[in-house]
């Protein structure tokens, strides 16, 4: 019997690649999604690469009353994989109060249904952003967590002591916490892949959005970091690589291999790129100049941030092995996709 997993979110970026990988290793998969930052299309997307139409409902994760009604027509689900949250970190500075509510009242109702309905294990979907400013890179789990740059970065710290304190309350739960760093690329069938709603705020999509003529150019938001080329510096992984990573998790959680109750690991490559290396090779890759220009500074941002990788790599026996050159690969064919549908 297929073990069920509720992937909330699951029409979003991450969301969408881990049903796939969850899909193709054998799971029964259902989303849940409220379509506020993405498309219901994404499921034919999933449909054309897995050849199994997930279960699919549009509910609201913040609707107690939506949510028990899902689990009572749904019994069974074994685990949750919740990556529903608001994560614009610019937005979150002017919407605040949108982002507290969103992403903290749907963790507690998920919280509240779990036992009520047998579900074992939650895969949290977090953030490097929990670290702040690191003193050190490449930075582990045992960092210092310092005061959130944005309320989007707070609420991840607050879910994750949200978690901490039910499971140390005695909660019949198990919970594994992934902190992402930078997820960019696209499913090599570029049948799905990031498909921001209006202008992106992430780098990469940007990058193809210019490059393809939907935006004039990229602004590189400030090259006087003290970085040897002075923008700013990141860890991109492989969006296929991290979703990888909460197979593994979901697994391990299921398959009853941890000890421990909760569990965090950085997911990242354990190499920092700096944004105007990557632009060389995105040009490398495809062939096309960019044009960029070097403006101001954005507000919020960390100069320099990567991941030690390590513990998921020995714990979870997980690594991130995609080429950046094959990820923005990827990412561009994905775009080549849009136009050829029309689609942007
Ligand atoms: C990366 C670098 C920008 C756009 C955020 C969240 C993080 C995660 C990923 C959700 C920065 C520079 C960007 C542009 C640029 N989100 N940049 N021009 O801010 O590192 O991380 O998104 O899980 O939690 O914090 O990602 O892609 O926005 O920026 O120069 O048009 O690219 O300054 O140095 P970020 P990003």
Request: glycine residues 8%; proline residues 6%; negative net charge.
């Amino acid at each position: 019997m297929a073990k069920k997993v509720l992937v909330t979110g699951g029409t979003g970026y991450i969301g969408s690649h881990t049903v796939v990988v969850l899909q193709e290793a054998g799971y029964e998969v259902l989303i849940i999604d409220n379509l506020s930052n993405s498309n219901i299309d994404v499921i034919e997307g999933i449909t054309r690469i897995t050849h199994t139409r997930p279960v699919f409902e549009k509910v609201d994760c913040t609707d107690m009353d939506g949510m028990r009604a899902f689990f009572e027509k749904y019994p069974g689900i074994d685990g949750i994989i919740h990556f529903a949250a608001s994560k614009a970190v610019g937005e979150s500075v002017r919407k605040p109060l949108l982002y507290y509510r969103n992403n903290i009242v749907s963790l507690l109702n998920l919280l509240e249904l779990m036992p009520e309905f047998k579900v074992k294990g939650l895969v949290f979907s977090s953030s490097c952003t929990v670290y702040g400013e690191p003193d050190k890179n490449p930075i582990d789990e045992d960092a210092p967590i310092k005061p959130a740059t944005s309320p989007y970065g707070n609420t991840k710290q607050i879910n994750e002591e949200i978690i901490r304190d039910y499971i140390h309350s005695g909660a019949l739960i198990k919970s594994i916490i992934l902190r992402y760093f930078n997820p960019i690329g696209a499913h090599p069938s570029a049948e799905i892949g990031e498909l921001p709603i209006g202008e992106p705020q992430n780098l990469v999509p940007y990058i193809t959005q210019t490059a393809i003529g939907i935006r004039p150019y990229l602004k590189v938001f400030g090259n006087d970091y003290n970085t040897p080329d002075g923008s700013c510096i990141r860890d991109f992984i492989d969006v296929m690589d991290l979703s990888r990573a909460h197979l593994v998790a979901m697994d391990r959680i299921l398959e009853g291999k941890s000890d421990e109750n909760m569990e965090i690991f950085n997911l990242g490559t354990g190499r920092g790129v700096s944004v105007l290396e990557l632009i060389r090779v995105f040009e490398k890759v495809t062939g096309k100049p960019l044009n960029y220009k070097i403006v101001g500074r954005r507000e919020g941002d960390i100069e320099q941030i990567w991941a030690n990788p390590e513990k998921a790599n020995k714990v979870l026996g997980w690594k991130a092995e995609t080429p950046l050159e094959e990820t923005l690969a990827s990412a561009w064919k994905w775009q080549l996709k849009l136009r050829e549908r029309g689609i942007m």
